[in-house]
């Protein structure tokens, strides 16, 4: 229902564009969320945009004002904008979907969402 890719490898300072595309649902009425995982360590929310009638939108500190999180409800898609990465951000990515339909704003509490698909490796290396 929920599947991440755009993922690859990128030198340090460059972009991705991450998708999620959706199914099975209608996207209009859920959060979505963006979180990683690297090797080793935790899982770690990223970002996550709130249901169309709400809008809003959240960023972890670590990506604020390089990742912009969007939404285009029209072609169940989700869409993860990285720039300026940095090889700390190698992780593989994947999307979620909360579990309850209008709960606002969203949150970084991945227990919260219920579905993820398989995820998108994203590598930052010279």
């Known amino acids: 229902q929920l599947q991440a890719s755009g993922g690859g490898l990128v030198q340090p300072g460059g972009s991705l564009r991450l998708s999620c595309a959706t199914s099975?649902?209608?996207?209009?009425?859920?959060?979505i969320l963006w979180f990683r995982q690297a090797p080793g360590k935790e899982r770690e929310a990223v970002s996550c945009i709130s249901v169309s009638s709400d809008g809003r939108s959240y960023y972890s500190v670590s990506v604020k004002g390089r990742f912009t999180i969007s939404r285009d409800n029209a072609g169940d898609m989700v869409y993860l904008q990285m720039n300026s990465l940095k090889p700390d951000d190698t992780a593989v990515y994947y999307c979620a979907k909360a579990a309850r339909m209008y709960e606002t704003p969203c949150t970084f509490d991945i227990g919260r969402y219920d579905v993820w698909g398989q995820g998108t490796q994203v590598t930052v290396s010279s």
């Open positions: 099975g649902f209608t996207l209009d009425y859920y959060n």
